[in-house]
């Protein structure tokens, strides 16, 4: 909000060093955390065993996730080398990895379950 205000009435340039820290909680902290919550409840569960696969890599995908952001955030207001960056994105990149190799299972499992029935 103290953007879009300090968009209209220009009444502190400096405010406009928070714009990559605002993006990066919304896209990152907010858009993409939000698909992947709704993908895991979702996705069709498993028949038997833990329903929606192991608990420990889902939080584990949360916690590298979350970590990359808050490393990138503060990359951003510390004004740091591009390597914390770097490091940010690759945890970011990890959690998305790790979302995608405990969730396949699911849709290929009822995939292949429901083919085979027919």
Same mark, same amino acid.
């Not at 979702?42 to 939080?59: I, S």
């Not at 590298?64 to 690759?90: H, K, P």
């Given at each position: 909000?103290?953007?879009?205000?300090?968009?209209? *009435?220009?009444? @502190? &340039?400096?405010?406009?060093? /928070? %714009?990559?820290?605002?993006?990066? $909680?919304?896209?990152?902290?907010? #858009?993409?955390?939000?698909?992947?919550?709704?993908?895991?409840?979702?996705?069709?569960?498993? *028949?038997?065993? @833990? &329903?929606?696969?192991?608990? /420990? %890599?889902?939080?584990?995908?949360? $916690?590298?996730?979350?970590?990359? #952001?808050?490393?990138?955030?503060?990359?951003?207001?510390?004004?740091?080398?591009?390597?914390?960056?770097?490091?940010?994105?690759?945890?970011?990149?990890?959690?998305?990895?790790?979302?995608?190799?405990?969730?396949?299972?699911?849709?290929?499992?009822?995939?292949?379950?429901?083919?085979?029935?027919?």
């Amino acid at each position: 909000m103290i953007l879009l205000i300090n968009k209209a *009435l220009n009444f @502190e &340039p400096v405010i406009w060093i /928070f %714009l990559p820290v605002h993006i990066e $909680f919304m896209i990152f902290g907010w #858009i993409i955390q939000f698909t992947l919550g709704v993908a895991h409840w979702m996705l069709p569960r498993f *028949l038997v065993g @833990e &329903p929606r696969g192991q608990t /420990f %890599l889902a939080y584990l995908m949360v $916690f590298v996730l979350n970590l990359g #952001i808050w490393l990138f955030i503060l990359a951003e207001l510390r004004d740091v080398s591009n390597t914390l960056r770097l490091i940010a994105r690759s945890l970011e990149l990890v959690g998305v990895l790790l979302f995608a190799s405990l969730h396949w299972k699911r849709v290929v499992t009822y995939n292949r379950r429901k083919t085979t029935k027919a």
